[in-house]
Each structure stands twice: as structure tokens, then as C-alpha cells.
């Protein structure tokens, strides 16, 4: 029987999630939720039902896991813990500083409903967390580093385009060549969150809006931008939509660590990502997981779930006998 998939909310997230549920064998899309009128919104799968989120509860015993895609910033802080009673549910929450916290209510809210809540799966967080904590427990004498992009992050994206004045944005992430080469020649150096990324913000205003305030609002962003240099440029929506309109990004993940007598031996761990579209790698990694929840939800577990806590063979199709024999 396949797994049964809802998706909640119908934007990039959501589109990548329904394209990825197409492309799995195992799974089928049961239903889209959505905030807006469902008959304004059009899906690509024929024959599943948009259905308004209002009556999303009716569909309890319909739906295996439940893929979250709002945003990070106002949605999943509030969604997650409220479907995680209903459902079994898995989200992309990006907010570093804040994942304890999401992780408690969630943790909460999922063991009141008997549910699996799976938080913060993507590629960071997510695939490039695996990445830190395989490398820290293999070199424990060393050091991590972690740089994105270039590439368009969806979740500072999203945060800019919540400021009040702002009708449409995008938001680059961009690592300092020099701080990466210096990582990547084993150099180990000291660097700050200002000296490892810049952040580049082309904007596009609602009219009347006060450009100086949006600026100041953006730069002033905590968890977001205060800690970086940032640069916002105001720009038309034709401008936006004719350049930059894509959704590529990438990262690394380096632990550069020391092992022998006297330390005398150096050893790097890179890891990379090079992504044509963010959104529609993100689901994949998203959909992968939904597998892994549902295998736990069958073996009865509760409560709040992260990457960390999934054996990989959980994310394949396969069985153990076909992971031994081909991909170990």
C-alpha cells in the first residue's frame, strides 16, 4: 500500500513536494491544503483535491504524513505543533537559533496526539547537520565550518518579503572567497559569522513605502541579517522577475581536524551541495524523510524527530538486502 501524502500550503515548497511524491514509487499524493481559495489554486496532479485548510482535520485517517511548506519565519512555529496532534507531519524549519525551542513544542504537541512531528529537514538543516555530526564524532580535534551559496536562501527570502512595505523579493546568499580558500587549505582560521557570508537583498517596494525604514527593518533582522553585511537594493518588479527568477543554491560543510602523537597529521571532510533549484531539492530530501516517518510511526513511535534520529536505511525505497549488495 502506498504512503499516503498531504501537502500543506502550494507555493515553491509545496510544488517541489508534489513533484517528488509524483517521482516515488512507494508514495501518492492524497491531498493539497491550502490557506487561499482552492479553486484559484491549480495543481499538476490530476484527480487530488485541493481542499480549503479549514478542513483539514476530515482528513485524519486519510493522510499518512502530512508535508508541511510554510515559511520558517510566522508559519511553521505555529503549524507544526498544531497539526503534529493530528497528524504525522515533517517540516523544513531553517531557524537555527530557535530549532530547540520548535523542537520542545512540537515534541509536545506530537506525543499529546500520539503523532511523529520531523523537524528541520532540507540540506541545512538536514543533510549538511548529518554531514557536522559524522565528521565531529570521526575528528573530534578540529573545527567546523559551514558556507552557503551563492544561491537564493527561500527562508530570507520569505522573512524580507514579511517586512512591512515590501511587495516582492529575493535574498542571495553569497560566501567570502577568501574565508572559503582559507578554510579549504587547512588554514583553520578564526572567522565570524560577518567574515564568512555576505547577504545580498534586491527588493521591490510596495508604493508609498518608506525605503529607509525597510532598509533599516531588513539590516536590523535578528537571526537573519543583523549578524551579516548586507546589502538591499530596491529594484522594479520586472526587474525581479527578469533576473532573478531562479532558485539555485549550494553550501559546504568542512571539518578540518588533527590526529597523531603530536597532532602532526591534518585531515578535511568537504562536503558540497550545487543545486539548479533549492525548492525542488528540498522536497526530495523532504520526501525521503516522509518515508522514514511513516516506517516509524508503523513501528509506534511518538514525539519530535530530526534528522539525526533516522537510520538512513529508513530513507530508501530499498530493502537491506539491495542497500548491502549495491550502495555499502
Not at 578564526?190 to 567574515?195: D, G, H, M, N, V
Not at 568537504?270 to 508503523?298: C, G, H, I, Q
Request: with cysteine.
Amino acid at each position: 500500500m502506498k504512503t499516503r501524502i498531504g501537502i500543506l500550503g502550494y507555493g515553491n515548497l509545496g510544488r517541489g513536494t508534489e513533484i517528488a511524491v509524483a517521482a516515488a514509487e512507494d508514495m501518492e499524493l492524497a491531498a493539497v491544503f491550502t490557506r487561499r481559495d482552492p479553486a484559484g489554486v491549480m495543481i499538476l496532479t490530476e484527480g487530488v483535491p485541493v481542499v480549503n485548510v479549514s478542513e483539514i482535520e476530515n482528513w485524519k485517517d486519510k493522510i499518512d504524513v502530512l508535508v508541511l511548506c510554510g515559511g520558517s519565519a510566522t508559519d511553521l512555529p505555529v503549524q507544526t505543533p498544531k497539526y503534529a496532534e493530528l497528524f504525522n507531519v515533517i517540516d523544513s524549519f531553517d531557524t537555527h537559533a530557535r530549532i530547540p525551542e520548535h523542537f520542545a513544542n512540537v515534541d509536545a504537541a506530537a506525543k499529546k496526539g500520539g503523532k511523529i512531528g520531523m523537524i528541520s529537514v532540507g540540506w541545512d538543516p538536514g543533510l549538511f547537520s548529518l554531514n557536522r555530526v559524522y565528521a565531529n564524532a570521526i575528528l573530534p580535534d578540529g573545527k567546523d565550518y559551514t558556507f552557503w551559496g551563492k544561491g537564493v536562501s527561500q527562508g530570507h527570502s520569505d522573512a524580507i518579503r514579511r517586512v512591512k512595505g515590501v511587495k516582492n523579493a529575493k535574498q542571495y546568499t553569497v560566501p567570502v572567497e577568501s574565508a572559503l580558500e582559507s578554510v579549504r587549505n587547512g588554514e583553520n582560521p578564526e572567522l565570524s559569522t560577518r567574515q564568512k557570508h555576505l547577504r545580498e537583498c534586491f527588493v521591490v517596494l510596495e508604493d508609498g513605502a518608506d525605503a529607509a525604514q525597510v532598509e533599516k527593518d531588513i539590516k536590523e533582522m535578528p537571526n537573519y541579517f543583523a549578524d551579516y553585511d548586507t546589502t538591499v537594493h530596491f529594484i522594479s518588479e520586472e526587474e525581479l522577475l527578469r533576473d532573478h527568477a531562479g532558485m539555485a543554491h549550494g553550501g559546504f560543510v568542512f571539518r578540518s581536524g588533527r590526529t597523531g602523537v603530536n597532532k602532526e597529521n591534518n585531515h578535511i571532510i568537504e562536503y558540497s551541495l550545487k543545486l539548479d533549484s533549492n525548492p525542488e531539492f528540498t522536497t526530495s530530501v523532504l520526501v525521503a524523510y516522509a518515508r522514514a516517518v511513516k516506517r516509524m510511526a508503523d513501528e509506534g513511535m511518538t514525539g519530535a524527530k530530526t534528522v539525526l534520529d533516522v537510520p538512513p536505511a529508513y530513507l530508501c525505497i530499498q530493502s537491506g538486502d539491495e542497500l548491502r549488495a549495491h550502495l555499502l
